[in-house]
T-cell receptor, first 113, second 113 residues
């Protein structure tokens, strides 16, 4: 069975601080895919990034960056210079060979002005 | 506009009264899925479908049914709802399987009394 652990249930930071959201996963599949989604207070779910198990390159998109490390089964998400608009619940997710998708419980990020 | 629609958005019902939540996508996606979101539990997959007439159980399928008679539609059926099915439900679709990013509907908030 696959599993995603987001140990941080809630994080508060002051605007302009950097913040890292942790994601640790478990799977027996050799081919798998990792995702991050954002759920702002309005409730919709928005895709942020996808990584496959063969691509360990880190990725940067503006103030967002992702660090994928197979050695530690982690796929962490860093927001640099956080803004109030970053306040949301962030979900890490995993899909493997059986087409199931497993989400973590989410990390609620509050950015205080 | 590419989108996933769900109806109804809000529903209050009583125990045992059959209901259907509809889901439709206009992106010609093959993969569709239903999730429920509960506080402290994140998103959990109920059922998914790889294509027309191909459905499979997710992690929490008990008490739910689905069908996929047309590619664009993936209704969720609760034949005898119970209070523990009170939740926020999301439908999602992706191009060709769980390896792709998912597009989510706006959610259906269901209350069973």
């Amino acid at each position: 069975a696959q599993k995603v652990t987001q140990a941080q249930t809630e994080i508060s930071v002051v605007e302009k601080e950097d913040v890292t959201l942790d994601c640790v996963y478990e799977t027996r599949d050799t081919t798998y895919y990792l995702f991050w989604y954002k759920q702002p207070p309005s409730g919709e779910l928005v895709f942020l990034i996808r990584r496959n198990s063969f691509d360990e390159q880190n990725e940067i998109s503006g103030r967002y960056s992702w660090n994928f490390q197979k050695s530690t089964s982690s796929f962490n998400f860093t927001i640099t210079a956080s803004q109030v608009v970053d306040s949301a619940v962030y979900f890490c997710a995993l899909s493997g060979g059986y087409q199931k998708v497993t989400f973590g419980i989410g990390t609620k990020l509050q950015v205080i002005p | 506009e590419a989108q996933v629609t769900q109806n109804p958005r809000y529903l209050i019902t009583v125990t045992g009264k059959k209901l259907t939540v509809t889901c439709s996508q206009n992106m010609n996606h093959e993969y569709m899925s239903w999730y429920r979101q509960d506080p402290g539990l994140g998103l959990r997959q109920i059922y998914y479908s790889m294509n027309v007439e191909v459905t499979d159980k997710g992690d929490v399928p008990e008490g739910y049914k689905v069908s996929r008679k047309e590619k664009r539609n993936f209704p969720l059926i609760l034949e005898s709802p119970s209070p523990n099915q009170t939740s926020l439900y999301f439908c999602a679709s992706s191009l060709s399987g769980a390896r792709n990013e998912q597009y989510f509907g706006p959610g259906t908030r269901l209350t069973v009394t």
